[in-house]
């Protein structure tokens, strides 16, 4: 596969995951584009990246962005020193990318820790670090319940990686995480619901 014949998202996930790893700052892809390499693809002008970058970094990183990305550089620094997030738009693609600083968070360590490398294209340079299944199921059950339990996409993306991967998840791994995220309710029902499907 040429690099021509990948998609925007992930053309410009390899781009920015370059240019993280030149300033020597850990990540993973997260989010729906993470949920899609471990369950069904969908598609998404998004591309979500948790980063273990510390504010020092901020000013380089952005320097490295530009001109390709549109980013601002208080709005980054404040993200980073506040553990919010913030995003960089891919000016020629108009791919957002969101990314959000790992900061202290003990569930973001275990999910860098934990990283998988994955191959998303044809050539030897084409792959990134991605979160894992049982990370993503975990990390989407949560915004499912912080988004009061609507996101029918969130739900989907859940009981995708669920079909998918079936008997290679980690049960003992998730069921200790979300037990400690508190999510546990949904992780059993969301298992039980894929089951069925």
């Not at 300033?23 to 390499?37: D, I, K």
């Amino acid at each position: 596969m040429t690099p021509e014949a990948l998609p925007d998202p992930i053309l410009v996930a390899l781009d920015f995951a370059s240019i993280l790893d030149r300033l020597e700052a850990p990540y993973l892809v997260g989010g729906s584009l993470a949920s899609s390499m471990h369950g069904e693809p969908r598609s998404t002008l998004d591309v979500d990246f948790v980063v273990d970058l510390d504010v020092t970094k901020v000013e380089s990183l952005v320097v490295e962005l530009q001109p390709a990305y549109y980013v601002d550089v208080d709005t980054a620094r404040e993200a980073v020193r506040t553990t919010t997030s913030f995003n960089a738009i891919h000016l020629a693609s108009a791919v957002k990318v969101d990314v959000f600083p790992a900061g202290t968070d003990a569930f973001n360590a275990e999910r860098l820790e934990h990283r998988v490398r994955v191959q998303v294209g044809g050539e030897p340079s084409q792959w990134l670090f991605v979160d894992t299944a049982e990370h993503s199921i975990l990390r989407k059950l949560e915004w499912y319940r912080r988004g009061g339990e609507q996101s029918e996409r969130q739900w989907r993306d859940v009981l995708s990686i669920w079909r998918v991967q079936g008997s290679r998840l980690d049960r003992s791994r998730m069921t200790l995480w979300a037990e400690r995220l508190g999510v546990s309710d949904l992780l059993t029902r969301s298992e039980a619901e894929a089951q069925k499907l």
